[in-house]
């Protein structure tokens, strides 16, 4: 099968052929019809994951994905061949991927069939920054009238970050540089819609006492930590340990891992399904354009960059 991954360490990723992944116990095989680029994948292009997990090269890249099930192993149940699932690829080392035309994923935790409503692209751009939405939502203990900033709220975590917030009752400021970025944050449900250029000036005007939580999904967090009113948090799915962020004895500073599981899975696909949560695509590019994909990540991309697999 035709994989996107890396062969070994300090390699560029690039396009090989290698045998399609069996099904171990408590995992499905899917055929990917559609993936969608994550901050991850460029970190693990990138070599930074070395540290963090055991590589089993190939790396195959790619962690959400939408296809059609294509085996399962004997202890399964519940999934069948032939169902429409979207799902992430979350395992404790890295090998399989969603970037290439099959994959396998738990059958428990990492995958769920897809409702009806969305399209292959929204169901590949669901799983893993929505997983990531849920966990920053859940660091917030009672959300509702707080004042939660989010820097980088454009991207495919923040777009469904913002909409899970505004319905838990926080008043949501979003960041977007473009104008059509921060028209988009404010139809998603932010109350106020600021560019990052200026953050200090925007928010004081907005929270001059400073605001209950700032939601670090890009930029530098030192430049805006200052934000947070004494005793506020400061949630970061960029950040690991505290170490890494120099103002922890003011404000609490929360790192998130954004583990997918069976029942964030299910909130999501149900959302979803109802139309109560929208995912964003921005453009969809063909398996063998990923590597120009990679380039365009992060900059000016409203929601999600979906590669189409099969
Ligand atoms: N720990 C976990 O489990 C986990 C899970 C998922 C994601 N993540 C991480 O969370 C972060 C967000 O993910 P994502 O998929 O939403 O990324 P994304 O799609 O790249 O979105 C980030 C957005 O930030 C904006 N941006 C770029 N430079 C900025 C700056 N200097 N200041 C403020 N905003 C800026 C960009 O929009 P505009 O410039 O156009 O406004 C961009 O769309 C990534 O770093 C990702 O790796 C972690």
């Known amino acids: 099968m035709k994989a996107y991954a890396v062969s070994?360490?300090?390699e560029q990723p690039a396009h090989i052929d290698?045998?399609?992944p069996e099904p171990e116990p408590g995992?499905?095989?899917v055929r990917v019809v559609a993936a969608s680029v994550n901050g991850f994948d460029l970190a693990v292009a990138a070599g930074y994951m070395g540290g963090f997990f055991e590589h089993r090269y190939p790396v195959v890249l790619g962690r959400e994905f939408a296809g059609v099930v294509?085996?399962?192993?004997?202890?399964?149940?519940?999934?069948?061949?032939g169902d429409r699932v979207l799902g992430v690829v979350s395992k404790p080392f890295l090998r399989e991927g969603a970037f290439a035309e099959y994959t396998t994923a738990y059958a428990d935790g990492g995958l769920i069939v897809a409702p009806d409503v969305l399209s292959d692209a929204e169901a590949a751009s669901l799983a893993h920054t929505g997983s990531a939405a849920l966990a920053i939502l859940s660091a917030i203990d009672e959300p509702?009238?707080?004042?939660?900033?989010?820097?980088?709220a454009t991207g495919g975590v923040g777009t469904l970050l913002i909409q899970l917030a505004a319905a838990a009752g926080a008043t949501v400021i979003a960041t977007g540089r473009t104008t059509l970025g921060r028209e988009l944050v404010i139809e998603l449900?932010?109350?106020?819609?600021?560019?990052?250029?200026?953050?200090t000036t925007a928010i004081r005007e907005i929270a001059p006492d400073g605001v209950d939580v700032a939601v670090h999904l890009s930029g530098d967090a030192s430049t805006f930590s200052s934000l947070v009113k004494n005793g506020g948090l400061f949630i970061s799915p960029i950040l690991y340990s505290p170490e890494m962020f120099g103002d922890?004895?003011?404000?609490?500073?929360?790192?998130i891992a954004g583990y997918p599981s069976a029942e964030a899975l299910s909130t999501l696909a149900s959302l979803?399904?109802?139309?109560?949560?929208?995912?964003?695509?921005?453009?969809?590019?063909?398996?063998?354009?990923?590597g120009q994909a990679f380039g365009e990540f992060g900059h000016e991309t409203l929601g999600n960059i979906v590669i189409r697999i099969g």
């Open 248 to 255: 922890a004895e003011r404000v609490t500073f929360v790192p």
């Open 189 to 199: 449900g932010a109350t106020h819609a600021v560019d990052y250029s200026d953050l």
């Open 144 to 152: 509702e009238g707080k004042t939660m900033l989010i820097v980088g």
């Open 8 to 10: 070994g360490q300090g």
């Open 18 to 20: 290698i045998d399609p």
């Open 70 to 81: 294509d085996a399962v192993a004997d202890d399964v149940s519940g999934i069948e061949v």
């Open 27 to 29: 995992e499905v095989r």
């Open 272 to 290: 979803a399904g109802s139309g109560d949560l929208r995912v964003i695509i921005d453009r969809e590019r063909a398996f063998d354009d990923i």
